[in-house]
């Protein structure tokens, strides 16, 4: 449909899951995507895709908390590129299951800086473009243990629920400038992070009789990225004129059910 044509899109940890997903389709939407990975292979490989696609690849290879490296890529964008009209903060790690009893404060840290300040850093970075520009879209990617919890991940609760604060704070820093800033928070996806000591997460009995037999989730199913990157391609777009400073929940609905 063309409805990022011409607009310089920037993904972070594009190569697979809701990156690669988010990356491809901003891909068939025309725009020109810079795809940031820490991963050669996959980087490569999403990469490929696109070019399949007919439509042309950005790879960078990047680990989001080397911000000297983060800091030269987004200045080579700019140079190569001319502008940088939306950044997808997606990158992220789901530590193994934790809690505040067996953790430690390595840990912790190592979990907040790619999920969280890692996202302050990439927006810092490209605000001063968008602010040139008079315009952008920052878009994070959040979740819905950000506001509920499993109770064995407190790190990444945290970092994902700080995301949530940060965007609101960022919409209103930002909004004079016309930059719009927003979040999605996905619920169970069927991503490599849901994969958990070998094991897919969504095909678990307990998952598949609680979840989806007494339909929790009542869509009665897992998610996937495609469930996800067309409500990104929307916050992306010029059909998102108005929003700044929301969260969209999307997770088949599990947050409805008691």
Same mark, same amino acid.
């Given at each position: 449909?063309?409805?990022?044509?011409?607009?310089? @899109?920037?993904?972070?940890?594009?190569?697979?899951?809701?990156?690669?997903?988010?990356?491809?389709?901003?891909?068939?939407?025309?725009?020109?995507?810079?795809?940031?990975?820490?991963?050669?292979?996959?980087?490569?490989?999403?990469?490929?895709?696109?070019?399949?696609?007919?439509?042309?690849?950005?790879?960078?290879?990047?680990?989001?908390?080397?911000?000297?490296?983060?800091?030269?890529?987004?200045?080579?964008?700019?140079?190569?590129?001319?502008?940088?009209?939306?950044?997808?903060? =997606?990158?992220?790690?789901?530590?193994?299951?934790?809690?505040?009893?067996?953790?430690?404060?390595?840990?912790?840290?190592?979990?907040?800086?790619?999920?969280?300040?890692?996202? %302050?850093?990439?927006?810092?970075?490209?605000?001063?473009?968008?602010?040139?520009?008079?315009?952008?879209?920052?878009?994070?990617?959040?979740?819905?243990?950000?506001?509920?919890?499993?109770?064995? @991940?407190?790190?990444? =609760?945290?970092?994902?629920? *700080?995301?949530?604060? %940060?965007?609101?704070?960022?919409?209103?820093?930002? *909004?004079?400038? =016309?930059?719009?800033? =927003?979040?999605?928070?996905?619920?169970?996806?069927?991503?490599?992070?849901?994969?958990?000591?070998?094991?897919?997460?969504?095909?678990?009995?307990?998952?598949?009789?609680?979840?989806?037999?007494?339909?929790?989730?009542?869509?009665?199913?897992?998610?996937?990225?495609?469930?996800?990157?067309?409500?990104?391609?929307?916050?992306?777009?010029? %059909? @998102?004129?108005?929003?700044?400073?929301?969260?969209?929940?999307?997770?088949?609905?599990?947050?409805?059910?008691?």
């Amino acid at each position: 449909m063309g409805l990022l044509s011409r607009k310089v @899109c920037l993904v972070t940890g594009a190569g697979q899951g809701l990156g690669r997903s988010i990356s491809l389709e901003m891909a068939r939407e025309g725009a020109e995507v810079v795809l940031l990975e820490r991963n050669a292979t996959s980087l490569s490989s999403v990469s490929a895709e696109i070019e399949a696609l007919d439509h042309k690849a950005h790879p960078y290879l990047l680990d989001v908390t080397d911000y000297a490296r983060y800091e030269s890529i987004i200045g080579e964008v700019i140079a190569k590129l001319g502008r940088i009209d939306v950044l997808v903060n =997606n990158a992220a790690i789901n530590p193994a299951t934790r809690t505040i009893l067996n953790d430690t404060l390595e840990e912790w840290r190592q979990s907040i800086a790619i999920n969280l300040e890692a996202v %302050y850093m990439g927006s810092k970075l490209v605000a001063p473009q968008m602010v040139k520009q008079q315009s952008g879209r920052i878009i994070h990617v959040a979740s819905i243990q950000g506001f509920a919890a499993s109770g064995d @991940c407190g790190s990444y =609760n945290a970092a994902k629920g *700080g995301i949530i604060a %940060y965007t609101k704070s960022m919409a209103v820093e930002l *909004g004079r400038y =016309n930059i719009l800033v =927003n979040a999605v928070a996905p619920g169970f996806m069927a991503t490599p992070m849901s994969i958990v000591n070998g094991v897919e997460e969504a095909t678990t009995p307990d998952f598949l009789e609680w979840y989806v037999g007494r339909r929790k989730i009542p869509l009665g199913r897992t998610g996937y990225p495609e469930d996800v990157s067309g409500s990104v391609i929307f916050l992306a777009s010029d %059909y @998102c004129r108005y929003m700044t400073g929301q969260l969209l929940v999307i997770d088949g609905g599990l947050m409805s059910t008691f």
